[in-house]
C-alpha cells in the first residue's frame, strides 16, 4: 500500500486535525485517508459542472441556464 509523509505542515492545521479526528473517532491517519476519500470523490473537472453545481447550492435540482444573458452595454468614451 502506497504511503505518503507530508512534511513542514502548519501547526494550526494539525490542531485542526487532531480536533476533527477526535471528534470522528478515529485515528489522525484514518481522518486524513476519509478527508483525502472524500475530496477525490466529490471532485468535479468540469469548470462549468462545479460552477452549476454551487448555483444550485450543491443539489442535485436541474439549473436552467438561459441562452443568452442580460448585460448592459460597456461605454469607453
Request: hydrophobic content about 35%; proline content about 5%.
Amino acid at each position: 500500500m502506497p504511503r505518503l509523509l507530508v512534511r513542514d505542515l502548519d501547526e494550526s492545521v494539525h490542531q485542526w486535525l487532531r480536533e476533527r479526528s477526535a471528534r470522528h473517532n478515529r485515528s489522525m491517519e484514518s481522518e486524513v485517508r476519509a478527508i483525502l476519500s472524500t475530496a477525490r470523490s466529490t471532485e468535479v473537472e468540469d469548470p462549468v459542472g462545479r460552477i452549476l453545481t454551487e448555483m444550485a447550492g450543491g443539489g442535485t435540482e436541474p439549473v436552467e441556464v438561459p441562452d443568452q444573458f442580460e448585460h448592459e452595454h460597456a461605454d469607453f468614451q
